[in-house]
Nanobody, 122 residues
Framework: QVQVVESGGGLVQTGGFLRLSCAAS?????MGWFRQAPGKEREFVAT????????YYSDSVKGRFIISRDNAKNMVYLQMHNLKPEDTAVYYC??????????????????WGQGTQVTVSS
């Protein structure tokens, strides 16, 4: 079982930058970031393969967010540039227990963190 803990959220102005971190307790396969805004369903943000060579982004964050990982430290990061008010949400890091699968579906991820709040003021 993998434990996942996010950190790095906060309040930032439109156009600002935040970096989220995700610490995994052990070896992790594909890792993903998701977010959930008030009154909305949880949505996919970005995912990265075990090796870090395959990346996927949602259209809403492509070109602004960068997902990366450091397997030596069991860490995954989400750099968020040019933040917009519509990026306001609780951001979750998740781990997929199935090797060699790259998924954008939150139902395919088995281990989730408690989330970290990101608020972008206009």
């Amino acid at each position: 079982q993998v434990q996942v803990v996010e950190s790095g959220g906060g309040l930032v102005q439109t156009g600002g930058f935040l970096r989220l971190s995700c610490a995994a307790s052990g070896r992790s396969n594909t890792m993903g970031w998701f977010r959930q805004a008030p009154g909305k369903e949880r949505e996919f943000v970005a995912t990265i393969s075990e090796s870090g060579s395959i990346l996927y982004y949602s259209d809403s964050v492509k070109g602004r967010f960068i997902i990366s990982r450091d397997n030596a430290k069991n860490m995954v990061y989400l750099q968020m540039h040019n933040l917009k008010p519509e990026d306001t949400a609780v951001y979750y890091c998740a781990a997929d227990s199935t090797r060699f699968r790259i998924s954008t579906n939150n139902s395919d991820y088995d281990y989730w963190g408690q989330g970290t709040q990101v608020t972008v003021s206009s």
